[in-house]
């Protein structure tokens, strides 16, 4: 009860709860109006009938008629009582068993119950928070950045303009905070200078606003933005913002990259210094049905294949593992040794093909220079035009992805069903991507690839299934919105699936901690760890970390501050080496279960 008087304070602050007290009074002054005006007629008419009764009898049949209770021992004799009877029961049953509980409820109760919800939701952080990340959305994407930071070890706090939206997501474990986006004093509450970032993932003119507001409360403090218009870049890097990221374009070129190309199999997925990490399908490549020990790979690039996706399981691949045209190959290296990758194959693949021509086995291929340097004049004369790559779908990640094939010459046609203009206009063709003639039109019966980059989860799943019924040796690229369909997007027959929620959160994680953890694609990173005692003194191949926690060692930070990729199996941990390891998330959590705590990402 202490507390009533201020709950009512704050209840009557509010300028909408006073305009409903005002409607609520009214209804309430006209209902008195009406039983007074009842009561007196009472009076009136049982006079005409030769009856005489108190006031007080006269309200007390009013409001008995009026709530339906009876009439009692009063009644109206005469046809005028009877029907003035009739009119008092029926505007009782109407204003004060409809009406009135309605407008208590509308205008007093409801308002009560919702100022009570704004009272119980915060609005304001802890005092004591710091290096915490500050998350202004509540988006789909926005909660899967939150949920991934917390597996690392981060503190984030949502901020949301609605108390509902607040409450529920409290209800759901989130750390959230109601206010306004574009209030200082919101930032203030939140403890935004003592905070480790802000991520503002809003529309472009919304972000602007925040941004600039923000950047006022915290000077120093790191602001990422993203950003859907490219001319949006400029003006929220003057608005304050750290780093601007348009994310659908990182996701559409991402996607482009990733087609099949004879000359460059590997596209890079993430780099630390020295340290590249890229992934190359295995599809097309004469490594189809070879082992990893029979392919050659290592010895002749320097590069090591440290994982396999094969349809969005990722698994640790040993010497005897045989590849096949479903995988993707992740291989981890220098830029150098990436490079010989590339070319590794390359020669490969044009080695097979001429031996094939020839009706020879690649092993005995012949090898002398004049012989080599004919068959690569015949092939290039004989070579046949490259096939166009078929993108679905023109929305921003079509375009970029298009730009992107634009830029490294590969020839493609966009199916969209809404004519374009600019450099799409003579890629384009016009259609539902459903209609199998359509598709047809576009070139899918010998397309090497095709790319799927709807925003729509549902149509990219049905249009997978479509494309993998139609060919089931082409390669299917697809885009998720949400990383909870990647998996469902794999199964319909996708050979690889990028995410637009992954790509928020790699790009946050490699901020936030640089150097700590290096996120490749979906569930898949490149995260440091020091050798501790546990390890210290032990060969890498003894030591256990793959066969307990499913990760590889892909490179060792030495105490002469030099990154070496690929360490000898030999090598003998020295206790203060800092490893990078390659693992899916359940690897890494199972690693620091098994070798020591993770430490928190923001540290």
Known sequence: MKFLPAQISFFLQQHSVRRNLVALTR?????????????????????????????????????TVMTTLGFGDITFHSDLGMVFSI?????????????????????????????????HTPRAVAQD?????????????????????????????????????????????????????????????????????????????RNTNIVFTARDVAPDVPIVASAQSEDAIDILRLAGSTRVFQFHRLLGEALARRVLNANARFSIASRYKELVAAEGPVMRTPLVGKSLRKSGLRNATGANVVGLWERGRFVLPGPDTVLTATMVMV???????????????????????????????????????????????????????????VILGCGRVGRDAARQLERSGRPYKVVDKTPKTGFLKDHLVIGDAADLEVLERAGIRTAPSVIITTHDD??????????????????IISRATLDRNVGILHAAGADLVLSLASMVTSSIINLLAPGKVLMISEGL????????????????????????????????????????????????????????????????????ETFGKNEPLTA
Not at 32 to 60: K, N
Not at 458 to 475: A, M, S
Not at 536 to 551: F, V
């Open 525 to 592: 990173n490149i995260f440091r760890a020091a050798v501790g005692k546990s390890l210290a003194g032990k060969p890498l191949m003894g030591s256990g970390i793959r066969s307990l926690t499913h990760c590889s060692v892909v490179a060792l930070l030495g105490a002469d501050g030099i990154l070496h990729a690929n360490p000898d199996p030999s090598h003998v941990f020295v206790e203060g080496e800092e490893m990078y390891l390659i693992g899916d998330s359940e690897a890494e959590k199972t690693f620091y």
């Open 129 to 205: 928070m710091k290096g915490h990340v500050i998350v202004v959305s509540t988006s789909p994407i926005a909660l899967n950045l939150v949920d991934d930071l917390k597996n690392y070890g981060a503190r984030c706090v949502l901020l949301c303009n609605d108390s509902q939206k607040t409450l529920d997501l409290l209800d759901r474990g989130y750390d959230a905070v109601v206010g306004e986006h574009d209030s200082a004093t919101v930032y203030r509450n939140l403890r935004l200078t003592e905070a480790a970032m802000l991520v503002v993932l809003d529309s472009d003119v």
């Open 331 to 389: 291989i981890v290296g220098d830029m150098q040794q990436i490079q010989a990758a590339n070319a590794f194959l390359s020669e490969k693949d044009a080695t097979e093909a001429a031996s094939a021509k020839n009706g020879v086995k690649a092993e005995t291929a012949p090898v002398e220079a004049t012989e080599k340097k004919a068959d690569a004049t015949e092939k290039k004369k004989d070579k046949p035009e490259e096939t166009e790559i």
């Open 27 to 63: 209804f309430m002054v006209m209902l008195v109006g009406l039983i007074i005006l009842y009561s007196a007629l009472f009076h009136v008419i049982m006079r005409y009938e030769g009856h005489d009764y108190s006031w007080i009898t006269g309200l007390y049949w009013t409001l």
């Open 87 to 119: 009119v008092v029961l029926l505007s009782g049953v109407i204003l004060l068993l409809i009406m009135l509980p309605f407008a208590f409820i509308q205008f007093f109760y409801a308002p009560w119950l919702k100022a009570q919800e704004k009272g």
């Open 458 to 475: 549902d149509t990219n799943i049905y249009l997978t299934l479509y494309c993998r019924r139609l060919r089931e040796d082409i390669q």
